[in-house]
């Protein structure tokens, strides 16, 4: 059995996995002479849509936690309201990393309001009580 | 002297199960207490933080903190009892649950029925007999998901994953976020036990190696992991000679199985099958009347959707027991539900009613991964029902609702998953 992740070669033609069902689709997707987007290897039109988006803006959420001051816990759940750039991750996190809340915390609280200058915001996945209530 | 409580239904454990199968009973006007051992509820969801959850039940995806938040927040509208930091230590058939609690101390729960939620446990290092030293640094993934994304604690800054499961592809991409390396996850079977979802967006986005037919054959290190090795194996799943390769890492992540929570069931005489899970019948009864279950504690379930809609099932019918409405009547003998061809197993794993038609919820997995399959039901030697299956993999779980008419069922239901050799010979 061959090892399943190959790291492409310069030159290449990426293969993009299509994630919209189980059958996985192996999808080759490039730029043909008249500059349009050609998907290839897709079982259906939702393959399509989705080679064409992780080929030109692949999107991905942001997902992690922040420090809580006086929280029940240290850390808080946080999540970017909608997907961002996925190149832009690592800068996120960045970003993230130096942010810290003080409880109490509600739900959908927003925690960084215009993440990268994304317009989009971190808010907290989860409500958090104060440990001492002042 | 103990605390004496009295409820209808009683629920033992809050998580996902716990509270949809609450919040149903509460609705019907039962009087329901739900026991908790942790400081909240929400179970296992406040620690998964990714996203992903809710797509079937809410049509829209969220985090699981959030989506235990949504039944959270509905629980507060009822007078549904919570007792949390409670653990519950005995069950007994007639449906007294103890449970010690640190500030009341001894809780007796006298219930009409009781609904068991108490959910699984990875399965451990020892369950799979990986040798090696026992060094510190050896982690099973949901345990490390735990120390990150709720105690503030980094597992380690090295780290091999053995076991493709949504857990280990989860924790691989939440490590690399928190700073760590993750220098390789290793699987023994031939393919992701994965989501695709999770290979392409947690391994495949890191570029993390995922290694098929591979297995950790050795762990070394004397106070904290130093290094493991990996070999290929065969298809017996032993590993070939010559094949090792070494790892230096501090750190072992273990992603490799759920197994339902039962200790305190068989407190209560009752029978478990092959999964681990109670038998039950097709009102999610186990072999003691009067006691149900649902969720990860009847089966291991890989979407919490499905675990909101069993619980709330349970809550219906524990509901219907504690007020002593008609099934009409018992069998004699129960109709067995029985695995055929590459069927795992299946839930109900009996029927004990079926005077006239009726529609069962069955949920099964396949043992191993197919394409282009029909599922066949089969009584009295003749198929009642078949579905297709464009695609099945053992890491979903097949459900279908099958119309039994006790004409055409005898004493037992076999389910088949077949190749559609019509359809594969089109392909070909």
């Known amino acids: 059995m061959e090892v399943e992740f190959k790291k492409p070669k310069q030159g290449d033609v990426p293969e993009i996995i299509c994630t919209i069902c189980p059958n996985s689709c192996k999808l080759q997707v490039f730029e043909d002479e008249q500059g349009e987007i050609q998907v290839e290897g897709a079982g259906c039109a939702r393959g399509v849509e989705y080679g064409k988006e992780e080929y030109l803006d692949p999107k991905r959420m942001l997902i992690t936690t922040i420090k809580i001051e006086n929280g029940v816990l240290p850390v808080l759940p946080v999540r970017s309201q909608v997907a961002i750039p996925k190149e832009k991750i690592f800068d996120a996190i960045k970003v993230v990393n130096h942010v810290s809340a003080k409880a109490p915390v509600q739900m959908g609280d927003v925690i960084i309001p215009n993440l990268l200058e994304l317009g989009i915001s971190v808010i907290a996945s989860r409500s958090m009580a104060a440990k001492n209530k002042e | ?428």
């Open chain 2, 1 to 428: 002297m103990s605390e004496i409580i009295d409820t209808d239904i009683a629920i033992i454990g809050g998580g996902p199960a716990g509270l949809a199968a609450a919040l149903n009973a509460s609705k019907r006007g039962a009087r329901v207490a739900i026991i908790e051992r942790d400081f909240e509820l929400g179970g296992i969801l406040q620690q998964c933080i990714h996203n992903g959850f809710g797509l079937t039940y809410f049509k829209e995806e969220l985090t699981g903190p959030e989506y235990a938040q949504r039944f959270m927040d509905l629980l507060k509208e009822t007078n549904v009892q919570i007792f949390l930091d409670s653990m519950v230590i005995d069950l007994s058939a007639d449906k007294i649950i103890t449970a010690m609690n640190p500030e009341r101390g001894i809780l007796k729960i006298h219930a009409k029925a009781v609904i068991l939620a108490m959910g699984c446990r990875e399965r451990t290092r020892g369950a799979i007999n990986v040798p090696g030293m026992r060094p510190a640094g050896i982690y099973t993934a949901g345990t490390a998901q735990r120390l990150i994304n709720m105690e503030g604690y980094m597992p380690g800054k090295r780290v091999v994953i053995l076991g493709s499961g949504d857990i280990g592809l989860i924790m691989a991409r939440r490590l690399v976020l928190e700073g760590a390396k993750v220098l390789v996850v290793a699987e023994v079977l031939p393919y992701c036990s994965g989501l695709v979802r999770n290979f392409v967006q947690c391994l495949q986005d890191y570029d993390i190696p995922l290694y098929l037919s591979h297995t950790i054959t050795d762990i070394k290190g004397k106070e904290r992991v130093k290094s493991v090795i990996i070999s290929k194996v065969d298809e017996n799943w032993m590993p070939i000679k010559g094949t090792e390769k070494v790892y230096e890492c501090d750190t072992v992540l273990f992603s490799v199985g759920l197994i339902p929570e039962n200790e305190i069931s068989l407190k209560a005489g009752i029978k478990l099958d092959i999964t681990n899970g109670p038998t039950v019948n097709e009102y999610l009864e186990t072999t003691v009347p009067g006691i149900f279950a649902c969720g990860n504690v009847l089966q291991v379930h890989d979407l919490v959707d499905w675990v909101t809609l069993e619980a709330e099932r349970a809550g219906e019918n524990a509901y219907a027991y504690s007020t002593n409405t008609s099934r009409g009547g018992k069998l004699l003998e129960p109709i067995l539900t029985v695995p055929g061809e590459n069927v795992g197993y299946i839930v109900p794993q009996r029927i004990d009613y079926l005077q006239d038609s009726k529609i069962v919820q069955f949920s099964f997995r396949p043992k191993s991964p197919d394409k282009n399959c029909i599922i066949e039901f089969v009584s009295n030697e003749k198929v009642f029902d078949k579905r297709k299956a464009k695609h099945i993999i053992p890491s979903e779980m097949l459900i279908y609702k099958i119309k039994l008419n006790p004409e055409e069922i005898g004493e037992k239901i076999t389910i088949n998953i077949k190749k559609n050799l019509k359809k594969s010979k089109e392909e070909a």
